[in-house]
Nanobody, 116 residues
Framework: VQLVESGGGLVQAGGSLRLSCAAS????????MGWYRRPPGKQYELVAR???????NYIDSVKGRFTISTDNAKNTVYLQMNSLKPEDTDVYYC???????????WGQGTQVTVTS
């Protein structure tokens, strides 16, 4: 599995970013995919998830602001981030659902920094 995240950057509060995750070795049309972040000293936190049937879930803090989507032809997962807040600052990763032994691999992530 190879996951390549991009699209992060430095924005002011209230701004927007669109993250992309190009996947190989896993089909986003067949596998639930998610966007994660990892606060310092903590475990990976699932921010948004999408299933092959396009059911989506979000953590409460991003509901109404973030939207996860997929492009099956490009085998890519997106995260549209609107109305960004300083507390959204983190490195964002995409990945499939963990298996019985956890995740197979992680990409390098993409840094999102929101200034007040």
């Amino acid at each position: 599995v190879q996951l390549v995240e991009s699209g992060g950057g430095l924005v002011q509060a209230g701004g927007s970013l669109r993250l992309s995750c190009a996947a190989s070795g896993v089909s986003v049309s067949l596998t639930p995919m998610g966007w994660y972040r990892r606060p310092p000293g903590k475990q990976y936190e699932l921010v948004a998830r999408i299933t092959p049937t396009l059911r989506t879930n979000y953590i409460d803090s991003v509901k109404g602001r973030f939207t996860i989507s997929t492009d099956n032809a490009k085998n890519t997962v997106y995260l549209q981030m609107n109305s960004l807040k300083p507390e959204d600052t983190d490195v964002y990763y995409c990945n499939e659902d963990p298996g019985p032994h956890g995740w197979r691999s992680w990409g390098q992530g993409t840094q999102v920094t929101v200034t007040s």
